[in-house]
């Protein structure tokens, strides 16, 4: 039998233990890997929805309209500083709104709550406003935009 020379025995010792600090790497960084995964919060992606509402110029200072979104009424309000999107659902027991012009507020006939053109509760038993959509305004349209998270009229 040959006997080892020093050489070769400095060169296996040397691969097995590379192969061996080697593997540990591996085992560590894929124990890592799902440690980060574990404790790393999933980003969100909330998607944004814009939905048009009216043309600037449709809707004189002062008045609203109402269009229908996904079966639900919105109104678009159109006051001194811009334009105003409120769900057309009572925010009391969940009736439908109208929009009277002649006094310059939202009634809710089902119990009577009354609503200024801001959506702010001024009467009746509704406990808070109006859910108000965020109002985007590009060139002369007005869009209101919605994430998936949003209580929107549709949901
Ligand atoms: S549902 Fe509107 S006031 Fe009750």
Redesign the pocket.
Known sequence: MEKEQPEQSNRRDFLLRFGAFGALILAFGGFARHLLVYFTPKKQVVKTHKYLVAKVDEIPLGKAKEITIHGKPVFVVHLENGFKVFSGV?T????I?KWEENNDRFY?P????IFDRTGQVVG???PRALDEFKVAIDKNLVFIEVTDKMKGPWT
């Not at 009391?92 to 009736?95: F, N, T, Y």
């Not at 089902?110 to 709550?113: E, S």
């Open positions: 009572c009391h027991l969940g009736c709104v809710c089902c119990h009577k709550g009746g038993p509704p």
